[in-house]
């Protein structure tokens, strides 16, 4: 489903990726460790568009679309629900799910997805900055999904969110990747959630992925202490 | 209600009923008027109608798409300048005033084209904008020669063009519309682009502005050509602009090249920033207020207007901050809102009490 071969990227004249190479089946959940500032959310923003990639390719069900600018890899089925959620904080959360819709024609996606997040359906009036943390990562979320994506880029949706919701967001996910048929690469630091969910695990190091491991190797410690120790 | 019309917190929904009454509130109330106002009155508030629409422009483009455009005098004078030349030329006024549109709208595509796609930041947007209508200026104050001819109209530089032609009936093209009637005109059309206006807001394309205005990189992620939007709204605007130069050309009458001078541009700002950015009532409630406050201030032999009035709207912009409009239209809403504020309180009180990370440390592009 996304092939990445020799994907190069940075900001400016300072490199930040060099030599990623990975694949994604359709139906996968990738987790994407490592440390911070080893490059994880600049490889989303790369596959997104959001930053040129300075070499390399990328391949999106047999597409490739490295050239291609941020909207249209939208419109090909590519959702990314960014860190720190970037919900419209002015808008109801009503508009913001409107928003995700772009990709649908016709029929509103909205009342299929307040099944599945029946917690938005009380505060479909409220703007997106009267919500809670939890609440605006679950609406971002939604968000991504009325634009029916096919694939699911998330980065950190646990961050800064209590324990309580962050089990909650992982069931979620883990029902709706089945049901909507959902391929995803969760970029997370949260080693319990990242286990749970990933059937691959992705480890990056200094801008290139350096091993691929077992989602129950997180469990080993030894390497854990290897990849991810301080 | 009152908040609903005044605050716009929920552009996107389309106007209840009451919105509508309150639109048919303010026709019957201009459209009263001329029957119980002295002439000089209408003939002053005539002129105030062509402002509004700029004003609505600028509204619009700034509060609803977060485009900061300092020059929309370029097409104001633009429109007015186009309807003169081609009403004189041709002794036709209905279509001279759709020209008046469209050279707006044409303006504002070529230069709006090179900005929006050049992904030029916002600020410069600002100064190219308000370069590109002093240059307008400079330009037209600079054909007081003979030889600057369009059709068999003089151009006349600094003096303008006096002989604006009135506005005549569409059908019978021999009988120009008097002073009461091209008052009623200015109103209904000012009227209908608020309405238009609004109603375009209801509209996904409308949608999409607003998260723009939001988030534009977000806007992009969701798989919007968020430029498309742009130069469209920025083009919409610019036809608003050229159509209400016409009014205000016709109104004084005249086209001058001070149509599109810095003061002008000034004061479109201020028309906006006083009477509400983020709602389209404010910024024709701007006009109204401003212009009749210089015109009562020049009559109180205060000497100093432009002093004064400065004076009077740093002090206005610094109590209300989001405006006139919204901010009445905010006082009832402050009832409601203290059931949210006691909601947030308590929720952040019980966040407070658990060792987790607080939720507004999000690292927001911090690029790892």
């Not at chain 1, 286990?195 to 491991?213: D, P, W, Y």
Request: glycine fraction near 14%.
């Amino acid at each position: 489903m996304l092939e990445v071969e020799g994907l190069g990227a940075g900001y400016g004249r300072i490199p930040i990726l060099n030599g990623i190479d990975f694949s994604i089946a359709r139906g996968e959940i990738v987790g994407v460790l490592g440390h911070n500032g080893m490059g994880k959310t600049t490889l989303l923003r790369t596959l997104m568009g959001e930053i040129r990639a300075t070499g390399g390719v990328i391949r999106f069900e047999d597409e490739d679309i490295t050239r291609l600018a941020m909207h249209r890899r939208a419109r090909l089925g590519i959702g990314y629900v960014p860190q720190g959620r970037d919900i419209y904080p002015q808008l109801s959360v009503m508009d913001n799910l409107r928003m995700g819709e772009i990709v649908r024609r016709g029929q509103s996606a909205v009342p299929e997805l307040l099944e599945y997040f029946p917690v938005l359906e009380a505060l479909m009036e409220r703007p997106g900055r009267a919500l809670s943390g939890g609440e605006q990562q679950i609406l971002a979320l939604a968000r991504c999904l009325a634009g029916r994506p096919r694939l699911l880029l998330l980065d950190e949706p646990t961050e800064g969110i209590q324990p309580s919701i962050v089990d909650q967001i992982q069931a979620k996910l883990a029902e709706l990747t089945r049901a909507l048929d959902l391929t995803v690469l969760l970029v997370e630091q949260n080693l319990r959630f990242i286990a749970a969910l990933a059937e691959r695990v992705l480890i990056m190091q200094k801008g290139t992925i350096v091993a691929s491991i077992a989602p129950e190797q997180l469990s080993d410690q030894a390497i854990v202490d290897e990849y991810l120790g301080i | 209600m009152v908040h609903g019309i005044l605050a716009m917190q929920h552009p996107s929904e389309r106007p209840k009923w009451w919105w509508w009454v309150f639109v048919a509130g303010l026709a019957a109330f201009f459209i009263t008027m001329p029957f119980h106002l002295e002439i000089f009155v209408i003939l002053e508030m005539s002129r105030f109608f062509g402002m509004a629409m700029l004003a609505l422009s600028m509204g619009f483009l700034w509060g609803f798409s977060g485009i900061l455009s300092f020059g929309q005098t370029a097409f104001f004078g633009l429109g007015g300048y186009g309807f003169t030349v081609l009403a004189l030329n041709t002794g036709e006024t209905t279509g001279s005033v759709f020209f008046a549109v469209a050279l707006g709208a044409a303006g504002a595509g070529i230069l709006g084209y090179f900005m929006i796609y050049g992904r030029i930041s916002e600020i410069y947007l600002s100064v190219i904008t308000l370069v590109f209508t002093l240059i307008l200026e400079k330009g037209i104050r600079a054909t007081s020669g003979d030889q600057y001819v369009i059709g068999k109209v003089r151009l006349n530089g600094q003096n303008g063009i006096p002989t604006v032609p009135q506005l005549d009936v569409p059908w019978n093209t021999s009988v120009q519309l008097d002073i009461n009637w091209f008052f009623w005109v200015g109103a209904v059309v000012m009227i209908l682009v608020y309405i238009g206006l609004r109603l375009l807001l209801t509209t996904p394309f409308g949608r999409v502005l607003v998260g723009i205005r939001e988030n534009e990189r977000r806007t992009e992620l969701l798989g919007y050509d968020t430029r498309r939007y742009k130069l469209g709204a920025f083009m919409l605007a610019g036809g608003v602009a050229g159509l209400g130069g016409a009014f205000y050309a016709i109104s004084i009458p005249l086209a001058h090249p001070e149509m599109f001078s810095l003061g002008r541009a000034a004061d479109v700002i201020m028309w906006v920033l006083v009477g509400g950015k983020g709602t389209l009532i404010g910024p024709i409630a701007g006009v109204f207020a401003i212009e009749h406050f210089k015109g009562w201030l020049g009559t109180q032999g205060v000497g100093q207007v432009t002093l004064v009035l400065g004076a009077v709207l740093i002090l206005f912009v610094l109590v209300f901050q989001r405006g006139l409009v919204p901010s009445i239209g905010s006082l009832p809403g402050l009832w409601q809102d203290r059931a949210a504020i006691g909601r947030r309180l308590g929720e952040a009180a019980a966040q407070a009490r658990r060792p987790v990370r607080r939720r507004g440390q999000a690292r927001r592009g911090s690029g790892a």
